[in-house]
């Protein structure tokens, strides 16, 4: 982070809280983490903000980590 | 309960040896554990021997030689406090040759004391004044004249309580529950024989003394030397009710003792299991909040936050909240509100407040203060055991032979439980304490570390699994535990990640800035020095890995075996009177009660039977979720039962702006806090002396809160919310909170034998208490993990973004102090403004002297985030490159400049690690000077209008 009073909007935080889930469980292997990091997006965000980082997944494909998208393409699976 | 004083044993109990021993006393056959005192004894069958210097709460000291009896066979007449029973004892405790002996020892007493009983505060209250009765005592043949003790100066500086020498018999009663019981070492014996005085520190007055005002001197002293003030001024008390404290996580409780409905002191009760009889200055002494001016007894409204206030009836204040909680979700949509539970109101009052937002306003948008403090044990310890809660009660610190302290200062946030502690300290057991600060217990009076990791703040996780590498790589597991217990491929897996050298201590060392040999030294003893305990707090959970610095925690106890029996386990430290009953109670966005998922269609199914509704199966938004949907317009409503988001949440400029964005905020509490600024209805709420319920403690421990005064705002607090509730169309119709609780007893399989009848049986219950443990559960895990098999965890180290730079080069962390608590808003209304009447900014010597920078002076403090000013104080209790402050003062603004970053797992947020620059400055800051105006403009309450 630069040294600049940055405030994160609410999509940069969200995708900021995806990558971090995803960083902080890569060291179980890329196929537990994107288990565990779409788990914990289920189980613990609300259905607007599970909506959001899905069209940001979209919107934005270079924000995401790559544990973190395919978490979030797990989770918006039909 | 009407008044009578707790008996009085004399002696402690003996350290069980399992064997009893029966004995004669006064020709009656007597039964009693091995090692058990003659004086207890006696007491302990209705005999009572008189006493001047023994008291049940500290060892026997044989000096007042009032207690002699005879013992057949012996010669002499041996003290009954110093001397333990034996198999055939025949004693005496009254004949002639003892009564003279008594009575020239009360004789000799009384020369020189006072003889004012009719006008002194302990009249009628006064051990000396009984004994004198007791033993018959009817002239003193020595006179009055010559020398006495009586005209020393009183010393009053102490707030709470006056110390008289001239009334003091020097039976060191209080010296010694200093040392013993508190720990502190604060008094003394000065001088010897005739002039032998009691002496705060070096001959100091009490306030400036070492003494920290825990009122265990008061209690002791068997005259009215040490006397409470409030005693002085209305006299003693009339009937007593044993209620619990509403402060810190230990749940201390007390016999709130009376005159009528004027509460008149708060005295430790002997029989509380959390704290066995003692206290701390605030659950002692501070509670005159309840009664301060700037309590608000009236509902008030208004339309804007730039009006002054309206005072309304309570009708119109609950019909207005209703109707705008309703507008708002017509306009916005049914997750456009929320909530957010107190964790220092009733389980029963937090259970109500989530069952408001789940039936009523259909959603699970509630959350509660543990997400800012032990929401990552909550996931922690779920995911490796089983169960959101520590594993043991606070007794079991009393068989640790190690104790290892990560991320606490017990001694400050928990002093009760740190008492203790220390004891087992003195005793033996041994200490580790990994913290960045030299906390009080690293050393003190008899209490010295054994090992500090002054660990740079943020490097939690590179240091605890360093200690893992040390002792998966020199084999100092405990195989066989793990075999049965855990998971054994999980652990496999585990302990080859910890083995990789990176993670060695010597490869860390430059990351966390302790020695390789120091880390291996404590790891060796943590896992070979006995029965280990660990002890942590908000230095843990307060982290962007916070989770992971808990499940590191837990992976270390279940790989050396220490879960399952009393001397061990993983024991956070919650901070709140009931934060943990918050948490059981299901304030979490994802939880019902119990900590079942809201996707747990069977638990689920259970709510909507009992409340007759469809249930949300999506979980709802945290707090900081709450803030950002607000700032994006899709979160209009609040209601806040108890909690300052605006002073304790991080980032003050987030906070501020996403309750500028709602349209309606509902604040229920005491005063017109920070949040209450940005309020457009304000509850006036009932404090836990107006109120029924119960708190549960860190131990898991259900305690009864006991009403003892009408309530001065009109409601208790659940019957406010109650009333919301109605106004919202739902039927709720309790009569009592018992009716609430077993509401919760129905619904909440660890709760379902928690009944009030149950807990007046046996004073507390500690959860799960059910079928499976009708009479709770002390120790958890003892067989089985709750999950089954215990599960390992691979926590790899990853580095909070929040980082140190040229223009932000030193590290911020943040704590409690003794005498405040939290956010101040109950501690700053008492006379505990004597100790902490400001934040300081603790700055390690040489960083204050490359900034030019001298103790007291006032200093800016600035982060990527803010800027504050506060006055500093310089110690080398701090590490070089390491700043430290307490947040008690709303002036201080101390999360204006704490950041957003927060755990992975729970969005705890990371406040003990923010990047600052700190430099010399004028005064307070522009953003303080104009925040105080904006809180004073916002605290206006309009006159009322004259009738017509």
């Given at each position: 982070?630069?040294?600049?009073n940055?405030?994160m909007?609410?999509?940069?935080r969200l995708i900021y809280m995806a990558n971090?889930i995803a960083?902080?469980v890569?060291a179980?292997g890329?196929?537990?983490?994107v ?5 914990h997006i ?5 259905p607007?903000m599970?909506?959001r980082?899905a ?5 934005r ?6 544990i973190?998208?395919a978490?979030?393409g797990?989770?918006m699976?039909? | 309960m009407?008044?009578t004083?707790?008996?009085d ?6 350290i069980?040896?399992?064997k009893?021993?029966t ?10 554990p091995?090692?058990t005192?003659i ?5 302990l069958t ?5 006493k001047l210097?023994?008291?049940?709460n500290?060892?026997?000291f044989g ?5 002699l009896?005879?013992v057949?066979g012996?010669?002499g007449y041996?003290?009954?406090c ?6 055939g004892?025949v ?6 040759r ?5 009575r020239g ?7 020189d004391?006072p003889?004012d009983c ?6 009628g ?7 004198a009765?007791?033993?018959g005592?009817?002239d003193?043949?020595?006179g009055?004249d010559g020398a006495?003790n ?5 010393d ?6 006056d110390?008289?020498?001239?009334k003091?018999?020097?039976?060191s009663?209080c010296?010694?529950?200093c040392?013993?019981?508190?720990g502190?070492?604060a008094?003394?014996?000065e001088?010897?024989g005739?002039d032998s005085k ?7 007055d009490?306030?400036?003394?070492e003494c920290?005002?825990?009122?265990a001197?008061v209690?002791?002293?068997?005259t009215?030397?040490l006397?409470?003030?409030k005693?002085?001024?209305?006299g003693?008390?009339?009937r007593?009710?044993?209620t619990?404290?509403?402060y ?9 003792e009376?005159r ?6 708060m005295?430790?009760?002997k029989?509380?299991k ?6 701390c200055?605030?659950?002692?002494f501070a509670?005159g909040y309840a009664?301060h ?5 009236n509902p008030?409204i208004r339309?804007?936050v ?7 009836s309570?009708e119109?204040a609950?019909?207005h909240t209703?109707?705008?909680f ?6 916005y949509g049914?997750r456009?509100?929320?909530?957010i539970t107190s ?5 029963e009052?937090t259970f109500?407040?989530?069952?408001l ?5 259909g959603?699970?948008?509630v959350d509660t203060?543990a997400r800012?403090c ?8 779920k995911?490796t055991?089983?169960?959101?809660a520590?594993?043991?009660d606070?007794?079991?610190v ?9 991320g ?5 946030g ?9 004891k ?5 057991a041994?200490?580790i304490?990994?913290d960045p600060r030299?906390i009080?217990?690293v050393k003190?009076?008899?209490?010295e570390a054994d090992?500090?990791?002054p660990l740079r703040?943020?490097?939690n996780v590179?240091m605890l699994t ?5 002792i998966?790589?020199e084999?100092?597991y405990d195989e066989?535990f793990?075999?049965e217990?855990c998971d054994w491929d999980e652990f ?9 050298p990176?993670?060695?201590p010597?490869?860390?060392?430059p990351?966390?800035g ?7 030294m ?12 660990i ?6 959970t307060e ?12 992976n270390?106890?279940m790989?050396?075996g ?10 956070p430290l919650r ?8 948490c059981?109670m ?7 009660s119990?900590?079942?998922h809201?996707?747990d269609?069977a ?5 909507e ?10 979980p ?7 803030l950002?949907?607000a700032?994006d ?5 609040i ?9 304790s949440?991080p980032?003050?400029h987030h906070?501020?702006?996403g309750?500028a964005?709602?349209?309606c ?6 005063f017109l806090?920070?949040?209450?600024n ?8 009932s404090t836990?002396?107006e109120?029924?319920g119960t ?7 259900i305690?009864r809160?006991?009403k ?6 009109g ?18 119709s309790?009569?009592?909170p018992s009716e609430?609780?077993d509401?919760?007893?129905?619904l909440?399989p660890?709760?379902a034998?928690?009944?009030?009848d149950r807990?007046e049986?046996?004073?507390s ?10 009479d709770?559960?002390p120790t958890?895990?003892i067989?089985g993990?709750v ?7 691979v926590?790899?180290?990853?580095p909070?973004?929040e980082?140190?730079g040229p223009?932000?080069?030193l ?6 102090i ?6 101040g808003?109950?501690t700053r209304r008492t006379a505990?403004e004597?100790w902490?009447a400001e934040?300081?900014l ?5 960083d204050a002297?490359n900034?030019g920078?001298n103790d ?21 209790r701090?590490?070089?490159g390491?700043v430290y402050?307490t947040f008690h003062?709303?002036?201080?603004q101390?999360n204006v ?5 927060s ?6 947020p990371?406040?003990?690690?923010t990047a600052?620059q700190?430099m010399?400055s ?8 104009d925040?105080?105006?904006q809180?004073?403009q ?6 009322l209008?004259?009738?017509?």
């Amino acid at each position: 982070m630069s040294d600049e009073n940055e405030v994160m909007s609410t999509e940069d935080r969200l995708i900021y809280m995806a990558n971090q889930i995803a960083r902080n469980v890569a060291a179980l292997g890329e196929v537990e983490a994107v288990a565990m990091t779409a788990d914990h997006i289920r189980a613990f965000w609300d259905p607007a903000m599970k909506q959001r980082i899905a069209v940001l997944a979209t919107a934005r494909p270079d924000a995401l980590s790559p544990i973190a998208a395919a978490a979030v393409g797990r989770i918006m699976a039909p | 309960m009407s008044y009578t004083r707790e008996t009085d044993h004399g002696t402690p109990p003996a350290i069980a040896t399992g064997k009893s021993v029966t004995l004669t006393i006064d020709g009656q056959p007597v039964t009693m554990p091995e090692g058990t005192s003659i004086m207890r004894a006696a007491s302990l069958t209705g005999c009572s021997i008189p006493k001047l210097c023994a008291t049940d709460n500290v060892e026997s000291f044989g000096s007042c030689r009032l207690c002699l009896v005879e013992v057949e066979g012996r010669g002499g007449y041996p003290a009954s406090c110093t001397t333990p029973i034996a198999e055939g004892m025949v004693v005496r405790t009254q004949s002639e040759r003892l009564k003279q002996l008594r009575r020239g020892v009360m004789e000799l007493y009384i020369s020189d004391h006072p003889l004012d009983c009719l006008t002194c505060p302990a009249n009628g209250d006064c051990e000396l004044q009984e004994q004198a009765g007791a033993v018959g005592l009817r002239d003193v043949r020595y006179g009055y004249d010559g020398a006495t003790n009586m005209g020393q100066a009183k010393d009053q500086s102490n707030p709470y309580f006056d110390f008289d020498p001239s009334k003091c018999i020097v039976c060191s009663r209080c010296v010694r529950a200093c040392d013993e019981v508190q720990g502190t070492f604060a008094l003394t014996i000065e001088g010897r024989g005739f002039d032998s005085k009691v002496a705060p520190s070096q001959g100091q007055d009490f306030l400036s003394s070492e003494c920290v005002s825990c009122g265990a001197c008061v209690q002791a002293c068997p005259t009215a030397t040490l006397t409470e003030k409030k005693v002085v001024e209305v006299g003693t008390p009339d009937r007593a009710v044993v209620t619990t404290c509403a402060y810190c996580g230990v749940g201390c409780t007390f016999r709130a003792e009376m005159r009528g409905e004027e509460l008149v002191r708060m005295v430790p009760w002997k029989d509380g299991k959390a704290n066995r009889g003692h206290s701390c200055v605030k659950g002692r002494f501070a509670w005159g909040y309840a009664q301060h001016r700037d309590r608000i007894l009236n509902p008030m409204i208004r339309a804007s936050v730039d009006e002054p206030w309206r005072e309304v009836s309570w009708e119109e204040a609950i019909a207005h909240t209703a109707s705008e909680f309703r507008r708002i979700q017509a306009k916005y949509g049914t997750r456009s509100i929320g909530g957010i539970t107190s964790s220092r109101c009733t389980n029963e009052e937090t259970f109500l407040v989530q069952k408001l937002i789940r039936q009523g306003f259909g959603n699970n948008n509630v959350d509660t203060c543990a997400r800012v403090c032990h929401s990552p044990t909550g996931y922690g310890l779920k995911t490796t055991f089983g169960t959101s809660a520590g594993t043991q009660d606070f007794d079991s610190v009393m068989q640790a032979d190690v104790i290892l302290v990560i991320g606490a200062n017990p001694t400050d946030g928990h002093p009760v439980f740190a008492s203790r502690m220390k004891k087992r300290l003195r005793q033996g057991a041994k200490l580790i304490v990994i913290d960045p600060r030299r906390i009080d217990l690293v050393k003190s009076p008899h209490v010295e570390a054994d090992h500090h990791l002054p660990l740079r703040p943020g490097t939690n996780v590179a240091m605890l699994t360093a200690l893992a590498h040390v002792i998966v790589t020199e084999k100092l597991y405990d195989e066989a535990f793990i075999r049965e217990r855990c998971d054994w491929d999980e652990f496999a897996e585990w302990a080859d990640f910890v083995s990789e050298p990176q993670r060695s201590p010597e490869a860390v060392e430059p990351l966390t800035g302790v020695s390789a040999e120091e880390v291996r030294m404590a790891a060796r003893l943590y896992a070979t020095g006995g029965d280990a305990a660990i002890y942590y707090g908000l230095g843990v959970t307060e982290h962007s890995q916070g989770s992971s610095t808990v499940m590191a925690i837990a992976n270390l106890a279940m790989a050396t075996g220490n879960i399952g029996r009393e001397g061990v386990g993983v024991n956070p430290l919650r901070g709140q009177n009931n934060v943990q009953g918050a948490c059981d109670m299901g304030s979490f966005p994802h939880e019902l009660s119990g900590y079942r998922h809201v996707s747990d269609d069977a638990a689920r199914g259970q709510f909507e039977q009992a409340w007759g509704v469809t249930l949300d199966a999506e979980p709802g938004l945290r707090i900081p979720n709450m803030l950002d949907a607000a700032t994006d317009g899709t979160f209009k409503g609040i209601f806040i039962q108890g909690e300052d988001i605006l002073q304790s949440d991080p980032n003050t400029h987030h906070v501020a702006a996403g309750l500028a964005a709602m349209e309606c905020v509902v604040v229920q509490d005491l005063f017109l806090n920070e949040t209450a600024n940005y309020a457009h209805v304000f509850l006036p709420g009932s404090t836990f002396l107006e109120k029924d319920g119960t708190f549960t403690n860190a131990e898991r421990r259900i305690q009864r809160v006991r009403k003892v005064m009408a309530p001065l705002n009109g409601f208790e607090d659940w019957e406010i919310v109650q009333l919301v509730a109605q106004a919202m169309g739902l039927g709720w119709s309790y009569a009592h909170p018992s009716e609430i609780m077993d509401e919760i007893a129905a619904l909440t399989p660890t709760f379902a034998g928690v009944h009030y009848d149950r807990l007046e049986e046996e004073g507390s219950l500690q959860w799960p208490a059910n079928d499976a443990a009708p009479d709770g559960t002390p120790t958890m895990h003892i067989d089985g993990f709750v999950r089954g098999k215990g599960k390992f965890v691979v926590t790899d180290y990853v580095p909070t973004d929040e980082k140190t730079g040229p223009r932000f080069p030193l590290l911020l962390t943040t704590g409690r102090i003794l005498s405040q608590y939290n956010v101040g808003a109950q501690t700053r209304r008492t006379a505990n403004e004597a100790w902490h009447a400001e934040d300081r900014l603790e700055i390690h010597p040489t960083d204050a002297e490359n900034r030019g920078i001298n103790d007291g002076d006032w200093v800016s403090l600035k982060s990527r985030a803010g800027e504050t000013s506060l006055r500093a104080l310089i110690t080398e209790r701090v590490a070089p490159g390491v700043v430290y402050t307490t947040f008690h003062h709303p002036d201080t603004q101390a999360n204006v400049i704490t950041t957003d970053y927060s755990d992975w797992a729970t969005n705890c947020p990371e406040y003990k690690v923010t990047a600052v620059q700190v430099m010399r400055s004028n005064g307070p800051s522009d953003w303080q000077r104009d925040y105080a105006s904006q809180a004073r403009q916002s605290r206006r309450i309009a006159p009322l209008e004259a009738a017509e």
